[in-house]
């Protein structure tokens, strides 16, 4: 199916034939793959986001590393500390980001989470830039 472009479908019939969650996730993978070729970067890293936890952050950190690109990269970045799994070298490159975004609003989503994780790393990631 995928040959064909019905990547919704395959997803779809793969998770109710309960394929294992790697066979699913690598059909997730296929596709956000499929999108970015075709330069729908938004709706790609929806996709890729699918992959957190089995597909290594860096695979996909790699691929949107451009600077059109920022926008999708933080989003994918968010969504690895919402999964728990982000680290703090993310936190400070997704700050770095927003600082080149120029949205007042990205910085103000840190400030307003209520996260203790969270807060943890933002303080963190202001003292490294500081000190940069």
């Not at 479908?9 to 793959?33: D, N």
């Amino acid at each position: 199916m995928t040959r064909h472009n019905f990547h919704n479908l395959a997803i779809t019939t793969a998770i109710e034939e309960q394929c294992t969650p790697f066979e699913i996730t690598q059909l997730w993978k296929l596709y956000a793959s499929y999108l970015f070729k075709k330069g729908n970067y938004d709706e790609a890293v929806i996709q890729y986001k699918e992959t957190i936890g089995v597909i290594p952050s860096s695979y996909v950190i790699r691929k949107f590393l451009h600077p059109t690109l920022l926008a999708p990269l933080s989003y994918y970045i968010e969504c690895l500390h919402d999964n728990e799994i982000g680290h703090i070298n993310h936190s400070i490159f997704n700050i770095l980001n927003y600082a080149r975004l120029t949205t007042r609003q990205c910085f103000e989503k840190l400030d307003m989470d209520e996260s203790e994780r969270n807060e943890r790393f933002v303080e963190e990631s202001r003292k490294r830039i500081d000190d940069m």
